[in-house]
């Protein structure tokens, strides 16, 4: 039943990466890029745990940990870079 | 694996899925930007919080510890997340909005997206 479970959340968020590259794509305004490549990093850490999850080891939470990190930082710096067209004044 | 376990890891999973399917759906389907922070800073990252639970139970079953990277994943995610959106928000209104447009913000000074906040405060 899990893998069944496993390939429906993997399914989920699969789609719901290629729904945020079309936003990517398309969006209007710079802030809707960004929030989408946000949504992009949320996505691939879930994706991460679902592949430990599936593989039955502890080792991707390392990688998703250093993901959750990196994104966070790289958001910061694309809207300061927005905001004051300088990211580290 | 009882069977109970397999259920609630299950659930956890499923239910993970269409909450992160719903946050990027609601970022395609709404209408402007600032209706669409809404959706994945809100529900994506539900969903990762349930794929993490998820992941606790199946590793604390498997191997009898229970581990403490996802909680250090959720926790630091349901920090940044806020953070983030307001980061996002105000990359909007200073590219996209004018400050005569706003209300007034009825204080000593106006909103801090444009102007910066006096220096005499005493806590600085």
Known sequence: MIEYALLFAAGCYGIALLLDLWRIAVGPDDADRILALDTMVINVIALLVLYGVWRGTAIYFEAAMLIAMVGFVSTVAYCRFLLRGDIIE | ?124
């Open chain 2, 1 to 124: 694996m009882s069977f109970t376990a397999e259920l609630l890891i299950s659930a956890a999973l499923v239910v993970s899925g269409i909450f992160g399917f719903v946050g990027s759906y609601g970022l395609v389907k709404l209408k402007n930007t600032l209706q669409r922070l809404h959706a994945p800073t809100k529900a994506t990252t539900l969903g990762v919080g349930g794929v993490l639970i998820a992941s606790m139970i199946f590793f604390y079953i498997e191997t009898g510890h229970i581990s403490v990277h996802e909680l250090l994943i959720s926790l630091f995610l349901f920090l940044t997340a806020p953070i983030t959106a307001n980061f996002i928000a105000k990359a909007y209104l200073a590219r996209n909005v004018r400050p005569k447009d706003l209300p007034s913000s009825d204080g000593e000074y106006g909103w801090s997206v444009y102007d910066d906040p006096p220096e005499a405060g005493s806590d600085r």
